[in-house]
Structure formats: C-alpha cells, structure tokens
C-alpha cells in the first residue's frame, strides 16, 4: 500500500499529540497520511536525546506496517535483519539450542525481525512525520490537559486545543495519571524486576576472545541467556558497529549505581558476559511494574484517548513493547479514515479500544510470559525445559517448533499468533462488519 494510495478521510480534523516516542510518531504518520492534521508536543530538545542506551527489536508485526506505508527502504537504511536465536545458559554458557527464523515463516507474516538502535528509529520515524505534513513541537512540555474544553496548556503558558488529544506520553506522563483518577484506579508502586540496558562498541567486545563471538558478520543473532531468577538479551545494532545488551533480574538496591549493579549481577556469569562487565560504562536501569489494566482507554468527554505505554505498559525492552505502540497508530489512523461527520470521533475512538485491548492483554500475557519462562528459578521443571531443549538441539529441531503432544513454547506462540497478526487488517473487518453498517443507517434516517 503507498502513501498516495490510503483511504483519505472525507473530514479532515485536528490531532493534538503529547509525546514524541515511537508510538506518539506511528500516530503522526499514520493519521497525515489518511489526511487529518496532526501537531506533537515533544519535551526533548533533539529526537532521540534519551535512548543513547537502547537498541531496539522490530518484530515482523511491527516491521511490515512500515513496509505498507512505503517505508522499507528507510527501515533498511538503519537497521538488520536478524538470522537466528542462540539460547543459552546464563551461569555456564551451555548452549540450549538455536531458532532459526525459517524465510517461508516471515513470508506469511509480511514482515522481518529486525534489530536497530531506538534513535534510530524515532529519527526515521521523526522525519517521515515531518515529510507528510505533521507538525512536531520539540522541547515542549505540557503541563495541564482539559479534556471537556479539548485543550492542553504549554509550560510556556501557551494553550493549544484539537478535535482529539492523544496520549502518548507513557506510564509517566500527563494522561495516564487522568484516566486512572477518573477510573479510580491505584497505579502499581513496587517493582518486581529491574532490567538494566546498555551499548557496547563493537571494537571493545572484539578484543575478548570470548566475547567476540557475539560478532559473526554472515549470521546476524540475537543471544538469549536463561539464568537462575535473571536473563539477558543481547544482540547486534544494525547500521552502528555496537553491541546491545539487556539484563533482568530481581529488583535491587543499586537504583542510583547502574553500573555497580550491572557488574554485580554478571560477577558469576559464564565468561563471554562476565567479560562484558568491565566494557559497560553507562548502563541505564528500568524499573519492571506489573501495571493495573485501563478499564477505560477514552475519557469520559470522548474525545481524549491514550495510546502506547500509556494505555498498555509492557515490560521495557520487550521483543513488542514499540510494536504495539506502532499498531496503536495504524489502527487508529485506519478508523478515522472513514471519518464523515463530527459525531463519529468518539465512536471511533471506543471502537479503538475494542480492537486493541484484548489484542494488547494477549500481548502482554505472552511477554510476561517469556520473561518468566527465560529467568525461572533453578527447580525441576527448568531442568526439564533445559533437558528437552538440549535433546531437540542434538537432532538439529528448531528449538520453538513442538511436535503433537508437547506443550507449546511461550517463544512458539508468539511467532504464529503474535507476529502474524495485521493490525489494519482487524480495523478494516470492523470496519466493513460494524462501521459501515451503522453509517449506512444513519444516512437513511
């Protein structure tokens, strides 16, 4: 699908955007291009100020929405396109086995895994809003949001209004704290888990004879380490010559020492990360909540909706947790594509809500999931899953393909249910089952 060949809405409206992540720009780009006009506030000075420590996985779900809005030549100017997943253990390094992503699989998807850094992608994302007509505010930070009067009020004292705000803004943000106010709602105040990132210059990892082996120039891999309660991620950022690495583990008492934390957690580690250790030199580390849900993600006047994080907070650097921000985008953009009449803003808006909770909760689950499969305690099912992981890979079976009878992997699932999936498709189908079912009344009245 190009740009030139969407849906254009019929009425053209304002969106008022607050937050410039990946999510806050999905929004921008997919709503200028169905022909609505967009403005987003952006407290950061410079796109991409604050993700100096984060590279990115761009699952098939999320890489092949850029590639329906023409954008696969930007995507592959900065990013690569991951081969396989090495698995192994944390504590020793025993390799459990290797997924292989098979062609014919992503075929179906329509997409690719790709890995990039998260600048990288916001730039891209940044610059392609622009290009279409979006109007993105940096270092503007809002600090008050009317939703009945549809305004925002600027640190500056400037008052912006539109026909819809959208939050973007996170967990953190302004919007989210709104919703759970009017919904009565107690955010959640204690971690269960902290997840430590970090780049390393691909020079210093190849000067350990151990490490180095994370850099293989003809097979691009991401490295999935299972340990006793902690794991790590860790794999290469493609158009930079550096190294991410991602650590979980059980919350601990080094929030204002990163580093110190990082190399405490890897002192026992097998050698290639522990290696890594003294390579690490400005780690970031995250808190991991389990969020309450959002019963409600429009507020009561209809006309303020929340997307990204600030509707459904997954796990930081989760396999989906910019993809779904991406979709957000997408699905509210092919709603208001369809736009008539003033008096469908806030149908639209519920509608997103019913296409993309329950699809969010299942996303959620799986990841949650997944980090637990990948950090279970030392016990007899985790030897077990090592056990039957190890006797796969002697037989050359991809590790997350299962045969009848066998329970299916976390990892498994996700490729066949959760990469597969077309967002647009899903608002399209609403859209023929209900949308336009209802317009049709409504013009016959």
């Excluded at 299962?402 to 498994?412: F, I, L, P, V």
């Excluded at 399209?428 to 209802?438: A, E, F, H, P, T």
């Amino acid at each position: 699908m190009s740009a030139s060949a969407s849906t254009q809405a019929k009425l053209a409206i304002d969106f008022l955007v607050i937050g410039g992540g990946v999510s806050g720009l999905a929004c921008a780009i997919a709503l200028r291009r169905v022909g609505h006009r967009v403005v987003v506030l952006e407290r950061e000075k410079e796109i991409g100020e604050s993700d100096v420590s984060r590279g990115v996985r761009m699952p098939p779900n999320l890489s092949k929405i850029l590639y329906h809005w023409d954008l696969k030549s930007e995507v592959y100017a900065f990013a690569a396109k991951s081969k396989q997943i090495q698995i192994s253990r944390l504590e020793t390094g025993v390799r459990l086995g290797t997924h292989y992503w098979d062609e014919e699989v992503l075929r179906e998807t329509r997409g690719e895994f790709l890995f990039a850094h998260l600048s990288d992608l916001r730039k891209m994302m940044y610059n392609v809003a622009v290009k279409h007509g979006a109007t993105v505010r940096l270092d503007t930070t809002a600090v008050a949001v009317d939703p009945e009067r549809r305004a925002v009020t600027l640190a500056s004292g400037e008052t912006l209004t539109a026909d819809v705000i959208v939050g973007a803004d996170g967990v953190s943000g302004l919007i989210r704290p709104l919703l759970l106010k009017e919904q009565k709602i107690q955010e959640a105040t204690e971690p269960k888990l902290c997840m430590y990132s970090a780049i390393i210059p691909r020079s210093l990892v190849e000067k350990d004879p151990e490490s180095k082996r994370f850099y293989e120039p003809e097979v691009i891999s991401m490295f999935s380490f299972f340990g006793n309660g902690q794991s790590v991620i860790s794999h290469p950022i493609g158009g930079s010559p550096a190294f991410t690495f991602c650590l979980y583990r059980p919350w601990d008492e080094f929030e204002n020492a990163p580093a110190e934390g990082m190399r405490n957690a890897l002192a026992d580690v097998e050698p290639r990360l522990r290696n890594l250790a003294p390579l690490i030199s400005h780690p970031r580390r995250f808190p991991v909540f389990e969020y309450p849900p959002l019963e409600d993600w429009v507020d009561q006047s209809g006309r303020l909706v929340v997307v990204g994080a600030a509707a459904h907070p997954i796990p930081s650097h989760s396999t989906q947790f910019h993809a779904m921000g991406v979709e957000d985008g997408a699905v509210l953009a092919k709603l208001f594509s369809h736009l008539t009449t003033q008096s469908q803003i806030s149908e639209f808006l519920y509608a997103f809500q019913e296409l993309r909770q329950p699809r969010c909760e299942t996303v959620l689950k799986n990841e949650r999931d997944t980090l637990n499969y990948m950090g279970m305690p030392n016990c007899p099912e985790q030897e077990t899953r090592d056990q039957a992981m190890i006797a796969k890979s002697k037989t050359d079976t991809d590790l997350f393909v299962y045969t009848e009878g066998e329970e299916e992997s976390a990892e498994w699932a996700e490729i066949k249910t959760i990469f597969g999936y077309d967002c647009e498709d899903e608002a399209d189908n609403w859209w023929v089952s209900w949308g336009l079912l209802r317009q049709r009344s409504l013009e016959s009245q």
